[in-house]
Nanobody
Framework: QVQLVESGGGLVQAGGSLRLSCAAS??????????MGWFRQAPGKEREFVAA????????YYADSVKGRFTISRDNAKNTVYLQMNSLKPEDTAVYYC???????????????????WGQGTQVTVSS
């Protein structure tokens, strides 16, 4: 069973930065090579795709709303995925979830199916 644990959320002013981390169970990335990604869910809204990164780290994908501001990366030796968030806006406020899937199309289906594992989420609040 793969476990994903997010950290790094918090309260930040608009224009500020945060770095989220998602630590997977030891050996996950070597034993279960998976596409990793981030989703977010604001109150009263559906969970939405934010970013994804391929197993090698060479392919990255972003939602239009975060392109140019957020950067996803991974350290396979540490079984960890990161989301660097810059130029944060109040509309970025949400619970951010780490996710793992077998392919990018699978991951982007999100809660509709295709994601094999979800983290528990970490709150990001951006004040204006």
């Amino acid at each position: 069973q793969v476990q994903l644990v997010e950290s790094g959320g918090g309260l930040v002013q608009a224009g500020g930065s945060l770095r989220l981390s998602c630590a997977a169970s030891a050996g996950t990335f070597s034993n279960y090579p998976m596409v990793m990604g981030w989703f977010r869910q604001a109150p009263g809204k559906e969970r939405e795709f934010v970013a994804a990164i391929t197993q090698s780290g060479l392919g990255t994908y972003y939602a239009d709303s975060v392109k140019g501001r957020f950067t996803i990366s991974r350290d396979n030796a540490k079984n960890t995925v990161y989301l660097q968030m810059n130029s944060l806006k109040p509309e970025d406020t949400a619970v951010y979830y780490c996710a793992a899937a077998r392919s990018v199309p699978d991951l982007r289906r999100g809660v509709a199916g295709g994601v094999d594992y979800w983290g528990q989420g970490t709150q990001v609040t951006v004040s204006s």
